[in-house]
């Protein structure tokens, strides 16, 4: 029974009553999301599809009319807009990056150490060791300096090196190539986060949101100009990340197919659907062992970051068939 006097201070309050109030999730309405506890067809009830492969959000229709967007051109834009935003945040990230990618001209931290092996590598195959007036000698010279030929104590893979080593190849021995490769993968990771963000929230403006907060993050832009390893480990990490969010939904969207449909149109959980499907050739997980692969041979604490995204994908594969029916969610034999 509702208290009357619960009622009347929220009256006098000029505000709604409690159960009328929005909750953290009826906020997300604003975003485009289904109303809680809402399916298909705005119809309430479990259809598992829902919860297995959870539509994408729309801009509501007052953000068009107080804009005073045609409803043909919002049309257009929507369609376009999970693709087209992603791509305008890249740019931003882009001209951020690369321009005046040169400066300072100077070796910084620890590019005294990838730019010189990067160099040494694509062109003896080997890191080596340098005498220590070279980064002058590189800088004054504009690197047209002579590479030595006794090999160097080695700590990291050389893959990271070898992606360095190509800006070097394109543009020459100097800050503009050795840092090429960094800027280029620090914005196709915004471009790759974005899309991410979009996939997990299944909204594009949060997805877009989550790239630009990277495209203007401090560390993301520093770690983008210089010719570190770091960035290339976070380029494949956050590859690896995005293949196997797309091998989860493909997963998911096959579970979804496979169930059993009422006569209202709404799938149902069942058991033996979801013990028992074959979710198939996994291309994406297959995406994803080589992104780890590529980190692990930048640098050899991607292994711990393998680990845990192995971990990860199997977690994710048994929510998927607990969520579609199954008692005992594992892989089928």
């Known amino acids: 029974m509702t208290s009357t006097a619960s009622s009347s201070t929220d009256i006098r309050q ?5 159960e009328e109030r929005p909750s953290w999730q009826q906020r997300l309405h ?14 309430h009830g479990g259809d598992v599809r829902d919860r297995l492969v959870p539509p994408y959000t729309r801009p509501s229709g007052r ?21 087209g935003g992603p791509l305008l945040v890249t740019l931003l990230a882009g001209v951020l990056r690369f321009w005046n990618l040169g400066s300072p001209k100077a070796v910084i ?19 080596v060791n340098w005498d220590k007036n070279a980064n002058d000698l590189i800088l004054n010279s504009g690197g047209n300096v002579p590479i030595p030929a006794d090999a160097a104590y080695v700590v990291h893979p050389p893959v990271g090196k070898y992606v360095i080593g190509l800006g070097e190849l394109m543009f020459g021995f100097d800050p503009v190539g050795w840092r090429f490769m960094t800027a280029l993968l620090g914005t196709l990771s915004v471009l790759m986060l974005c899309r991410i963000g979009r996939r997990l929230f299944r909204s594009t403006f949060l997805g877009c949101l989550a ?50 449909v009422d006569a ?35 640098k050899w604490n991607g292994l711990y970051i393998m680990a845990a995204f192995c971990v990860m994908a199997v977690l994710w594969d048994v929510g998927s068939r607990r969520v579609a029916g199954a008692y005992r969610p594992v892989s089928p034999s």
């Open 264 to 298: 209202d149109g709404r799938a149902r959980a069942d058991a033996a659907v979801a013990g028992n499907t074959r979710l198939g050739l996994r291309p994406w997980r297959l995406a994803a062992g080589v992104m780890l692969g590529l980190a692990i041979g930048t």
């Open 109 to 127: 931290f620890d590019e005294t150490y990838y730019a010189k092996d990067a160099w040494a590598l694509i062109h003896r195959g080997f890191e």
């Open 14 to 18: 000029d505000r709604p009553p409690l």
């Open 63 to 83: 953000l068009w009319d107080t804009l005073g967007v045609p409803l043909v051109l919002a049309g257009r834009l929507t369609r376009w807009s999970g693709w």
């Open 30 to 43: 604003r975003f485009g999301y289904p109303a809680p506890g809402r399916s298909r067809g705005g119809v």
């Open 211 to 260: 790239g630009a907060l990277m495209a203007v993050d401090g560390l993301h832009f520093v770690m983008s100009r210089t010719s570190l390893l770091d960035g290339v480990l976070m380029f494949f990490v956050l590859a690896a990340f995005g293949c196997l969010v797309v091998d989860r939904d493909r997963a998911r969207e096959r579970l979804a197919a496979a169930l059993p």
